[in-house]
């Protein structure tokens, strides 16, 4: 994801280096304030265009979803792009102020005032209430983006952080439009930026209206509530009254319980059977999740929005080795379920499913449908049987190098597999890993 991140912005570098009058690098060479200048404009510029796609990625555009392999990378792209405008809005703002300071200090001499030709037009009335909210939106974004990536952060507070971070977006694209040189609208840079700031600010207003994803939503109500008290796991089950377009085992939707709490992504346990039927599988891991048993009810109103995600276990190889860590069991379960439905798997399929807390119940719904689909299970409750490693995988699957692996659990878990298969020669194709994290 970094890559398409550096990719962007070479392409606002050369589009910014080819769009420079003749004289802007020898000013710059002979003069800090010159030099200050080009640097002010261009990381302003950076900042922008990187925050405008990432605008663009929040609202979740269904075209984008293949060519980035799923929503949950657009998302990790999101993220890294936020993480790259908020670098480079930073050290827009400090080229602001550092040598403003270093001035008042004496350190510097001061620039060179240029006269004033007393022409007054509406672009030159809007530059200092512009530079003004910009100022304050620099401060806001970075303030909301570090709120936002901090993990331990609740989870519906950051959701309306994204909220604020739109309606701020907004504010700096005033400041660019209004303070982004007049000859720069006229090359390729100025046009590039043009449609950048239209898009993000489409998006930023989609967001603030709260219709992302309102196309891709069905509304219906809870039918049944198992709670594994054992493992931590209440499975939802959800009977859609409007339409819902289907899914492929291994997807996840946006599950709304509570208009209060807001919409939460949840892979889909079951499988697709055209009767409108979804069981969500959710893991008691935080505050709300904690005290779902307690509160839903069998008749509860649910929205569904999706469904997303790329996981879908197809493979043209020989055999597939499954990973599930914890509630990362979720994407497999409903495989299991359309692989038992079709009669059983055709290929070899190995499933390992590493718990700390068994819960006999599920453990033995998980043992039925194993055997239905025709998938050999391989139960490592690791408090009694320790941990899956890269080693203890290829000594328990033979032909594991010849196998596609899909992995679904704690990114730390995902990792250590990925490197240790890579070490004894499995290609980094072969190793599928849903990037399940949406901050």
């Not at 890294?80 to 930073?90: C, D, E, H």
């Not at 989870?155 to 720069?184: C, K, N, Q, S």
């Not at 891709?216 to 009977?239: K, S």
């Not at 039927?277 to 935080?286: D, P, R, S, W």
Request: aromatic residues 10%; positive net charge.
């Amino acid at each position: 994801m970094k890559t398409y991140v550096t990719a962007l912005l070479a392409l606002l570098t050369g589009l910014w280096i080819v769009s420079l009058p003749g004289d802007a690098w020898p000013a710059a060479s002979a003069d800090f304030w010159a030099l200050r200048k080009l640097a002010i404009y261009y990381t302003g510029i950076g900042a922008l265009g990187l925050m405008s796609v990432a605008l663009v990625l929040a609202t979740r555009p269904r075209w984008l979803e293949t060519p980035l392999g799923g929503l949950d990378r657009s998302y990790r792209l999101h993220k890294w792009l936020g993480i790259g405008a908020t670098v480079l809005g930073f050290l827009h703002w400090m080229l602001k102020i550092v040598p403003k300071w270093m001035v008042s200090q004496g350190w510097l001499e001061r620039a060179a005032r240029k006269g004033s030709s007393g022409a007054t037009d509406l672009l030159t009335l809007l530059r200092e209430p512009a530079e003004s909210v910009g100022e304050w939106g620099i401060y806001l974004v970075l303030a909301l983006v570090l709120l936002a990536l901090w993990k331990r952060f609740p989870y519906r507070p950051a959701f309306l952080l994204h909220r604020a971070l739109a309606a701020t977006y907004l504010i700096l694209v005033f400041h660019g439009a209004v303070l982004m040189p007049t000859g720069y609208w006229l090359t390729p840079l100025g046009a590039t930026m043009a449609v950048l700031m239209g898009a993000g600010s489409l998006a930023a207003m989609t967001s603030l209206a709260g219709r992302i994803g309102r196309k891709r939503q069905a509304t219906g109500t809870i039918t049944a509530l198992r709670h594994h008290r054992d493992n931590g796991v209440l499975e939802v089950d959800c009977r859609l009254g409007s339409a819902w377009p289907g899914h492929v085992a291994g997807q996840f939707a946006f599950l709304t319980l509570s208009p209060r709490e807001g919409a939460h992504p949840y892979t889909i346990a079951s499988a697709w059977r055209g009767d409108g039927i979804l069981t969500f599988a959710i893991k008691g891991l935080g505050d709300y999740t904690r005290t779902l048993p307690q509160h839903l009810q069998v008749g509860a109103p649910v929205t569904v929005e999706g469904p997303y995600g790329r996981f879908d276990f197809s493979s043209r190889a020989e055999r597939q080795v499954w990973v599930a860590g914890g509630i990362g069991i979720t994407p497999f379960l409903a495989r299991l379920e359309a692989l038992a439905a079709q009669g059983g798997s055709t290929q070899p399929v190995d499933m390992f499913y590493c718990t700390a807390a068994a819960d006999d119940g599920f453990i033995a719904h998980l043992r039925q449908l194993a055997e239905q689909a025709r998938v050999r299970l391989h139960l490592l409750v690791t408090p009694r049987d320790g941990y899956l490693t890269s080693e203890r995988l290829n000594d328990t699957v033979a032909t594991l190098k010849d196998s596609d692996i899909w992995f679904c659990g704690p990114a730390s878990f995902g990792q250590a597999l990925r490197q240790g298969l890579g070490a004894l020669g499995l290609s980094e194709r072969r190793f599928h890993q849903e990037a399940f994290e949406m901050r």
